[in-house]
């Protein structure tokens, strides 16, 4: 069965202190891993998409990295405004319309 | 460019009470979603559309139906609510369906009592 992990749960970070969340997946054949990030009453917000091992995408703080078996999203020198909900979803070979998502991990960056 | 939108925001449902959660998207979308968020659950689909005149259950269909009105439009119909349908609904679209990123709604809060 398909699943996806993230850890941390929840991660504070100072101003300026880099680290990375990572996503665990077991999927058969994967055909796209996604990020998102999801402010406090809003929907999901569209930010890399990953195809294959090896691959990764860039986005001002935010870098998103993929192996076989996990996804990190690496985050550096964060500010406040980066403070969110980062979820993380992946799409298998054998549901092509259906995304499993993990349960996200909250980061709070503290000025 | 208002991408995905849905009504109402908020709403309060006593248990057997019916309606509808509207949606719509401007970005000339194919495929469209529906998605439920539940503490510790993550998203899960309800419903989706492939293409207008076509949809399809997700993982959690029961107690709901859809409709894909157009290509713009995609409702979501609770019959007779009940308290497990307490959470909040996201839609979302998708230039076609297959590994492409989708974009979601600002999402409807539903409390059943």
């Known amino acids: 069965e398909d699943q996806v992990t993230q850890s941390p749960e929840a991660l504070r970070l100072q101003e300026g202190e880099s680290s990375s969340l990572n996503c665990s997946y077991t999927v058969s054949g994967l055909r796209g891993l996604f990020w998102y990030r999801q402010d406090p009453g809003k929907g999901p917000e569209f930010l890399f998409t990953l195809y294959s091992a090896g691959e990764e995408k860039e986005k001002e703080r935010l870098k998103a990295t993929l192996t076989k078996k996990e996804s990190f999203l690496h985050i550096t020198a964060p500010k406040p405004e980066d403070s969110a909900t980062y979820l993380c979803a992946v799409q298998g070979a054998g549901a092509t319309n259906k995304l499993i998502f993990g349960t996200g991990t909250l980061l709070a960056v503290q000025p | 460019n208002a991408g995905v939108t849905q009504t109402p925001k908020f709403q309060v449902l006593k248990t057997g009470q019916s309606m509808t959660l509207q949606c719509a998207q401007d970005m000339n979308h194919n495929s469209m979603y529906w998605y439920r968020q539940d503490p510790g659950m993550g998203l899960r689909l309800i419903y989706y559309s492939a293409s207008e005149g076509t949809t399809d259950k997700g993982e959690v269909p029961n107690g709901y139906n859809v409709s894909r009105l157009n290509k713009r439009e995609f409702s979501l119909r609770l019959e007779s609510a009940a308290p497990s349908q307490t959470s909040v609904y996201f839609c979302?679209?998708?230039?076609?369906?297959?590994?492409?990123?989708?974009?979601f709604g600002p999402g409807t809060r539903l409390t059943v009592t």
């Open positions: 979302a679209s998708s230039a076609i369906t297959g590994a492409y990123e989708q974009y």
